[in-house]
């Protein structure tokens, strides 16, 4: 039931998902890096795509990803030891990354990002501080950073809200069988998780609401006069 009503394309158009989000933002896109592609990233519903490269430090993560065959390619590395090309990818894309980072790791990986699109940087992150600690013995999933609306807005980023208001939700629980119930308040959970969903037709356009940003950077387009450059 989840599923049939998350990937919904009649349902998105009012209460935007993280695919639809993205499937939206990278269909001028042929090829993309995925830093930090976990176990099951959510590119695998971007068919557009023409080749990917996942990267993802957690081994049993990596394996779980190769068996899906969601990426052409994929590294064994911690993305903050990468190097590449400039303008080697169409888009680059960061989902639910940047809080498991420290601050200055996080925006030296958006200036490396920033480097090697071609056209998009694409990240998720949730709206400020929300505990979490290691996931199935993944010590990498400990959420270290916060990221608020005003210093996002600041690098140039358009700024969307994700999976409705943040009061409804909480720290995920760790567990191997994480669910999008997981993260819900309070009980009955599927009722809030109704309530949360419904709420997203809201905090899509007023993202200091929601739980978790949806931030976009176009780089063929004029960084707005207040925004600072990731480079500097």
Known sequence: MFNLFYHSPLLNKFFPTLVHCLKKELADCET????????????????????????????SYLE???????????????????????????????????????????????????KWAKKKIIFTTPNGFIAQNEIAGNKLEKHISDWNYAEIKKLGFKVNGLAGLKYLRQERPGRPDDNLLSSIRFKPKLFWFMLAALSQAMTYRWPKLAFEFFALRTQNTKTPKHANKLSD
Not at 32 to 59: M, Q, R, T
Not at 80 to 104: G, N, Q, T, W, Y
């Open 32 to 59: 993309v890096l995925d830093l930090g592609c976990g176990a099951d990233s959510p590119l695998k519903h971007c068919k557009n795509i023409k080749y990917s490269l996942g990267v993802e430090a957690f081994g």
């Open 64 to 114: 779980k990803t190769k068996q899906q065959k969601i990426h052409n390619e994929y590294w064994h590395k911690k993305i903050e030891e990468i190097d590449l090309p400039a303008k080697s990818f169409d888009a680059v894309i960061l989902i639910e990354v940047l809080e498991h980072l420290s601050k200055e790791q996080g925006y030296e990986i958006l200036k490396k990002a920033e």
